[in-house]
């Protein structure tokens, strides 16, 4: 079982991803008993079933938006983003959607091309869940990178005032 | 200028604290060459042909004294004794050592600089006006909104990881593009509406490089306390749904055009409503605390313009400077002075460690110890009075920065090329030189009057070749460096692209083309008719008949 920061502290993760395409082409059924994190195209396709479920999240991938899973969002404990590329910001944006559009206020989860130098960044859009990528020290990453900065300009979903709102604050800080 | 607060420091600091682990940890060979090369162009740091180079930002180009002392430490420290102004008013140093960046950064923040986001697929700098806060033509002073739009961009958690790069630009003069909003990702022009309020017109989509175009308007009128709002709006929907499988592709301009300006408009509007006076509106008191930074200067009331006048018409070289290379300022008695760093053999933009101190004094002593970098690649001391001008003059002659060339055939636009650069297809340094060598009667530069001419070495466009009057752009043919001209190109009282005149030419033939178009001009213009005047009146034909015939 592999390691993951959830909440600031590294845990094991005890949930099961399975990529796009990959539970068709096997036809493999999904593991009883285990938390599984499912791509949407197969949320979609097995929603019913799926629900029964005690556990069950979605993944996106980049091109897939939170508006595709909204009405859903309710009754998923997690739903998790993936990078392929670090590079690739899309998921911020719908990082940011889930907690300020949709409200969503369960785990959302990094996984994918996730790395210390861009945690910071996943954190104040919304992510609170992170698989590192499993050849980097997720001790140092956890150390140093979710808070490089004590300073931030704008708002952010932990709390949406931009400096000006918050100027005093920080001040006396 | 803007007044850093404790809070500001702190951030720089802390970034520096940031770089520098991720340089070590680069070196230790724990982050792969291509996460670090992320990192670091987050960080204006390239890896050049021979030496990397190292992009430090000067937002909307305003300078202290004091920085650019620094700037001089760092150039003559780290550096071979100079550095480039560049076309986005940054600063560009060509020979940094990567491991040395993190002690650059050091010394910088020590003076509130750095190179956050000089480079890379995110927010850059804000570019304006370089004249703004002493224009007389602006309705308002811009440098305040482009502060606030800068705290917005700096390390904006969602856009760090946009398709490609992203330019905004803020304008407050009414005619007239100084800032170039119109090729720009993101133009903001300060307007007011029939109630006095200030608000902005916002433009998206326009951009040079590869496939240059102009920007289209998305927000006709967005009142003041919604801008950040609005921009967001806009990033949102470019980060969304921007190419990312084609990096020619992924610039906003691209999926401005495929959606059409109409559907960019509504995809913005759904995301401006949900941000729409939510915490992100500006207040009176946050935009005041600001312009406060940008307050006028104590000008002085006992300006004498009889010392002026008199040096005027005692000397003619001082009388040819001052016409050529100062402007009207806001406040009676006092001019914008431009520094020209175009000197012929110099690269243009070029400034070395002893000038920028000479420089730094001079702004002390003339004009409240500041200073602006243009986008081309001049400098300007913008507050200095009448009765100062003279001595200034001769003090800037001995530096080799009083060339009266501003606006002219020889105040050429380049980037730094093939020489430096490790993208570029072909030299454009040589080919500056060669144009200011032909045309060294400074006589019949004058009487050619105004001209840009702007040479990119590839198609990123650093020389801004598009918007030259006359656009020179460097191709690769087979290995071989070759030369295409553009005509027409606008970047004054409008921004436009030029228009390809034809094939393309060798390096040893650039200069003669040019004089063959300057001859069809001179050949062809009414009196007192500039340039781009008499090619939009006679159009491409006759010069293309005259090069190519």
Redesign the interface.
């Known amino acids: 079982m592999g390691k993951m920061i959830l909440d600031g502290e590294i845990v094991d993760n005890g949930w099961q991803r399975f990529e796009p395409g990959e539970l068709e082409e096997d036809g493999q059924s999904l593991p009883e008993n285990q938390p599984v994190i499912v791509p949407l195209a197969y949320w979609q396709a097995h929603r019913d079933t799926l629900l029964e479920r005690e556990a069950v999240g979605v993944c996106l991938e980049?091109g897939e938006?939170p508006a595709d899973l909204a009405a859903d969002l309710p009754h998923l404990p997690l739903v998790a983003i993936h990078f392929p590329a670090?590079?690739?910001?899309?998921g911020?944006?719908?990082a940011?959607e889930l907690r300020?559009?949709y409200r969503f206020t369960g785990e959302v989860r990094a996984v994918g091309d996730v790395?210390q130098?861009?945690l910071?960044?996943?954190h104040?859009?919304g992510f609170n869940a992170f698989e590192v990528r499993a050849d980097r020290d997720i001790h140092e990453a956890l150390e140093?990178g979710l808070r490089?900065?004590?300073?931030?300009?704008?708002?952010?979903v932990h709390d949406?005032?931009?400096?000006?709102?918050r100027?005093q604050e920080?001040?006396q800080? | 200028m803007y007044v850093y607060?404790?809070?500001?420091q702190?951030?720089l600091e802390?970034?520096v604290?940031?770089y520098r682990?991720?340089t070590r940890r680069y070196l230790a060979g724990q982050l792969s060459e291509d996460?670090f090369l992320?990192?670091r162009l987050q960080n204006g740091l390239y890896i050049q042909r021979y030496a990397p180079m190292l992009r430090i930002s000067v937002p909307y180009g305003l300078l202290s004294s004091e920085q650019v002392r620094t700037l001089a430490k760092v150039v003559r420290e780290y550096d071979k004794g100079f550095c480039h102004v560049s076309t986005r008013q940054n600063i560009q140093l060509n020979w940094p050592e990567v491991q040395d960046v993190p002690d650059i950064l050091a010394e910088l923040a020590s003076v509130q600089m750095h190179a956050i986001q000089t480079s890379g697929?995110c927010i850059r700098n804000i570019t304006t006006d370089e004249y703004a806060g002493v224009n007389p033509k602006e309705i308002e002073d811009p440098r305040p909104w482009c502060e606030i739009i800068r705290?917005?961009a700096?390390?904006?958690?969602?856009?760090?990881?946009?398709?490609r790069k992203f330019k905004i630009a803020v304008n407050a003069v009414p005619d007239a593009d100084p800032a170039l909003i119109g090729v720009h990702d993101i133009g903001v022009k300060v307007i007011h509406n029939d109630a006095g309020e200030t608000g902005f017109q916002v433009w998206a989509g326009g951009g040079l490089g590869r496939t240059p175009m102009t920007g289209q308007v998305i927000g006709e009128f967005v009142p003041w306390q919604h801008l950040?709002a609005y921009l967001e709006a806009i990033l949102?929907v470019y980060?969304?749904y921007g190419n990312?499988d084609n990096k020619f592709k992924a610039r906003i301009k691209i999926l401005v055009k495929a959606l059409g300006a109409e559907k960019y408009r509504e995809l913005t509007e759904a995301e401006f409503a949900?941000l729409k006076d939510?915490?992100?509106t500006?207040?009176e008191?946050?935009v005041a605390?600001i312009q406060g930074c940008f307050t006028e200067p104590a000008y002085r009331d006992d300006v004498d313009n009889g010392v002026l006048d008199k040096a005027l018409q005692e000397n003619r070289a001082f009388n040819r400077w001052y016409h050529t290379n100062t402007r009207a300022h806001k406040r009676d008695g006092y001019r914008s002075v431009t520094l020209t760093l175009k000197k012929t053999g110099r690269i243009p933009g070029d400034v070395s460690d002893e000038q920028l101190e000479a420089i730094a004094d001079l702004a002390d002593r003339y004009s409240f110890g500041e200073l602006r970098n243009t986008h081309q690649q001049n400098m300007v001391l913008s507050d200095v009075a009448a009765d100062d001008l003279f001595e200034l003059w001769e003090k800037l002659d001995a530096l080799g920065m009083a060339t009266p060339n501003l606006g002219l055939l020889t105040d050429i636009v380049a980037c730094p090329g093939g020489d430096l650069c490790a993208l570029a297809n072909a030299k454009s340094v040589p080919v500056a030189e060669g144009i200011q060598r032909r045309f060294d009667d400074m006589d019949y530069v004058h009487d050619l009057g105004p001209l840009d001419i702007n040479i990119s070495g590839c198609m990123n466009a650093c020389g801004h070749h598009h918007i030259g009057h006359i656009g020179i752009l460097g191709v690769d043919k087979k290995g071989k460096e070759f030369y295409q001209i553009t005509l027409g190109g606008r970047g004054d009282k409008l921004s436009r692209i030029g228009e390809k005149m034809g094939p393309s030419f060798e390096s040893y033939e650039v200069t003669d083309v040019i004089e063959k178009i300057i001859n069809v001009y001179v050949d062809k213009r009414l009196e007192n008719e500039p340039f781009i005047d008499t090619y939009e009146r006679i159009g491409m034909e006759p010069f293309k008949e005259h090069v190519y015939g």
């Open positions: 980049p938006e670090f590079k690739d910001g899309r911020y944006s719908y940011r300020t559009r790395l130098d861009q910071f960044y996943m104040r859009v140093n490089p900065f004590s300073v931030t300009y704008q708002g952010d949406p005032r931009p400096i000006y709102r100027r920080l001040e800080a | 607060q404790d809070y500001d702190r951030l802390e970034r604290a940031q682990d991720q996460e992320v990192l697929n705290q917005w700096t390390f904006n958690p969602e856009f760090a990881y946009l398709p950040l949102r980060n969304k990312r949900e939510g915490p992100m500006l207040t008191e946050e605390r």
